[in-house]
């Protein structure tokens, strides 16, 4: 039995929480694969309650789980997810882009994922003021690029996909930071002579990413790139109401919408949960990597396939233009599970 922990959030993510636990007690009781859920709390009302955004509770019962699922939280994100990717060395950011029916993609044939490193760059907020001037320090290793280069590969080696990395950076400018990267990701390139290996720059892929989503498959980049990146992506495949994303490391990983808590919706049952219940996809087919899992990858392509065939029938939150609640929703999936 598989121990889950739940941070059910701020803002929208409370809903949101509801609707992933509907889910995932309609896949304990209906689908055979069973797992607990400790809901935890963190984020912004936890802070203005507890004096702190992310309690040494909340830590240990993540530590003790086997996995997470994190909600939105609000403004206090920074001290919780930024903190457990540190903490749990959850080195690869993981963001899926692809074209669902029916949710204004460019394309209806956008297949990529965007890989990025998830502990350096300027997220490691080492700054300071000098002066009149403030200044940022932005830590590049080998080691963590060498480490993101090799899951961007192994990723793309698993994908039924085009086999293709495009390595994103800007080490004409940054030529010392940017250049440690640039150069990681082509030495790990080698061990991997069937992956296509690319390189391109930051402004260029971002002007791609509307001209040729396309043509691309994994993206490998900083984290400050990859942040920003993702964001465009997922706006290209339709908005970040279907993009999921994962935090991953050797031995545990984290899971979340890419979206924010949304406050000016909060409360009205009107939230699209699907980014959250992909992100919960994403989550099952981690357990069945890691634990040769069969089941965990069979559950997650039935949760993708249902709401797959949701949106191409029209069926979706008011948010999006549909009619139905995040609670209407929330059963049309739980029915056809």
């Not at 749990?88 to 993609?105: E, F, G, Q, T």
């Not at 545990?252 to 919408?257: C, G, H, S, Y």
């Not at 924010?260 to 990597?289: T, V, Y």
Request: aromatic residues 6%.
């Amino acid at each position: 039995m598989y121990k889950i922990s739940l941070i059910t959030g701020d803002g929208i993510g409370p809903e949101l929480s509801e609707s992933a636990v509907s889910v995932l007690n309609t896949i304990h009781d209906k689908l055979d694969l069973k797992f607990e859920i400790n809901q935890l709390q963190a984020g912004d009302l936890t802070l203005k309650e507890t004096g702190h955004a992310l309690p040494t509770e909340t830590i240990n019962a993540i530590k003790q789980s086997d996995v997470c699922l994190k909600a939105p939280v609000g403004e206090s994100a920074a001290d919780v997810i930024v903190v457990l990717r540190r903490m749990l060395d959850l080195y690869a950011n993981i963001r899926p882009a692809k074209s669902y029916p029916n949710m204004s993609a460019l394309r209806d044939d956008i297949d990529m994922v965007i890989v990025r490193e998830n502990t350096e760059d300027l997220y490691t907020g080492k700054e300071f003021s000098l002066g009149d001037s403030a200044v940022a320090l932005r830590i590049i290793s080998e080691k963590a690029s060498k480490r993101i280069a090799k899951y961007a590969f192994e990723t793309a080696k698993q994908r039924d996909s085009m086999k293709k990395v495009t390595c994103v950076h800007k080490s004409n400018v940054m030529r010392v930071t940017d250049g440690v990267f640039a150069k990681a990701c082509s030495d790990i390139s080698k061990e991997y002579p069937d992956i296509s290996f690319e390189q391109m720059y930051v402004d260029a892929c971002a002007m791609n990413l509307i001209r040729q989503p396309h043509q691309f498959d994994v993206i490998v980049t900083t984290n400050l790139f990859g942040d920003i990146l993702s964001d465009e992506s997922s706006q290209v495949v339709g908005g970040l109401g279907m993009a999921p994303a994962a935090n991953i490391g050797d031995e545990f990983a984290l899971f979340e919408p890419v979206h924010g808590a949304a406050f000016d919706i909060a409360g009205q049952n009107i939230a699209n949960p699907s980014s959250f219940l992909l992100s919960i996809k994403m989550m099952f087919d981690w357990l069945g990597k890691k634990n040769n899992d069969t089941k965990c990858f069979e559950v997650g392509e039935k949760l993708e396939a249902v709401i797959f065939d949701l949106v191409k029938n029209g069926i979706k939150t008011k948010d999006i233009g549909g009619d139905k609640t995040t609670t209407g929703f929330t059963k049309e999936i739980t029915d056809k599970l």
